[in-house]
C-alpha cells in the first residue's frame, strides 16, 4: 500500500512527540481539510466561488468519503481525497493554459496520489485519461481547415498533461517499481479469496438510496450493516445544477457531460447487474483491481461532487 499519509503520521510521532493515536487522527483531520480546500480550488477555477464552496461542502460530506473516514478509517483512502481534485486541476490547467508550472503541478499531485493509495491511482487514471482527451477536444484551439490541422492541434494540446503524467510516475518510480518488481514475493491472492471475492460485495440498487447507517464490514448479499449510498442531498444538488445551468454553460457542457457519464460508468459497475462484466479479460481485470465493487464509488462520489458545485 502507498506509505505517504503514514509517513506523515510517523513524521508527527517521532519529532513532535504525538501519540500513535494522536498522530493517526492529525492526518485524518489534514485529509478532511485538505480535500475541502483541493475540490474548491478546482471547481473554482472554473465555476467561480460559490461553485467551488458548494462542491467542497458536497465532496467533504459525501456518505462514501464518511464511510472511509468513521467506518472503515482507511487513512491512505481518505488522504487520496486530497489528490484526485489536485490532479483534475492541474490537468485541466496545463491544457486550458499549458505553462510549466501547471506540468509540474500535474506531476506532483499524480505522484502523491501514487504514493498515497495505488489502488484508487488505478481506479481512478481512466476518468483522468478520458477527462484530458474531452479537454483536448474541447480547448485545443484548432483553427485549421481539415481534420489534419485538428488531429496535430489536439496531439499539441496532450503533451503537456502527457509530460505531467510521466513526471508524476517518474516521482513516485521510487515506490511503484519495487511494488512491481517484487510481487512474485508477496501473497497477493489473499486479497482477492475467500470473504473477499468481489461476487460477494456488489451494490444493489436500493443501497444507493438506503439511509441506513452502520459500522463493520462489507458481507454477502443486499443486507449490508455499512452504507453505501450517493447521498440524497448530493445527487439533488447536481441535478438541480444541470437543470438549471445547462443552457448558460457553453463549452463545459462537454466537461459536465464527461462527469455525469462516468458517474454513471462508476455506479454501474458497482450494481450486482454489472457481475457478467467482471468477468471478461481485461476489462475484469481492470475491475477486480478495486478488490470490492463498492470501491467504485470513489468515481460517483468525485463526479456528483463536481456537478453539484453547478447549483452555487
Known sequence: YGLFSHFLAELLH????????????????VSIVGAAGA?????????????????????????????????????????AFVWLPLVLWTARQSVVRPRVRWVIGLA???????????????????????????LTVVYSGARGEGRGAHVL????????????????????AVF?????LERQYV????????????RGH?????????????FGVSVPGPDDPISFQLGAAAVVLATLGVIFTWRTL???????????????????????????????????????????PWRWLVLPTLAVSVVAGLAG
Open 14 to 29: 517521532h519529532f513532535l512527540n504525538f501519540s500513535y493515536t494522536a498522530a493517526v487522527e492529525s492526518i485524518f483531520v
Open 39 to 79: 475540490m474548491y480550488a478546482f471547481v473554482r477555477s472554473w465555476g467561480g466561488r460559490a461553485a467551488g464552496m458548494v462542491a467542497a461542502l458536497v465532496y467533504t460530506y459525501a456518505p462514501y468519503h464518511l464511510l472511509n473516514l468513521y467506518v472503515r478509517a482507511n487513512l491512505a483512502e481518505s488522504m
Open 108 to 134: 506532483v499531485s499524480y505522484a502523491g496520489l501514487m504514493l498515497t493509495s495505488n489502488l484508487v491511482i488505478v481506479l481512478f487514471t481512466p476518468l483522468l485519461v478520458g477527462y484530458v482527451l474531452v
Open 153 to 172: 492541434a489536439w496531439i499539441k494540446a496532450c503533451v503537456p498533461p502527457f509530460l505531467g503524467g510521466l513526471a508524476g510516475l517518474g516521482l513516485s
Open 176 to 180: 511503484w517499481l519495487p511494488m512491481l
Open 187 to 198: 501473497r497477493v491472492d489473499q486479497w482477492f479469496a475467500g470473504r473477499y471475492d468481489f
Open 202 to 214: 456488489f451494490v444493489y440498487l436500493h443501497q444507493l438510496f438506503s439511509p441506513t447507517w452502520g
Open 250 to 292: 457553453g463549452t463545459l457542457r462537454w466537461e459536465i457531460g464527461y462527469f455525469l457519464l462516468a458517474g454513471a460508468a462508476g455506479v454501474f459497475v458497482t450494481l450486482q447487474i454489472a457481475a457478467p462484466l467482471w468477468e471478461v479479460p481485461i476489462v475484469g481485470g481492470l475491475l477486480q483491481a478495486a478488490q470490492f
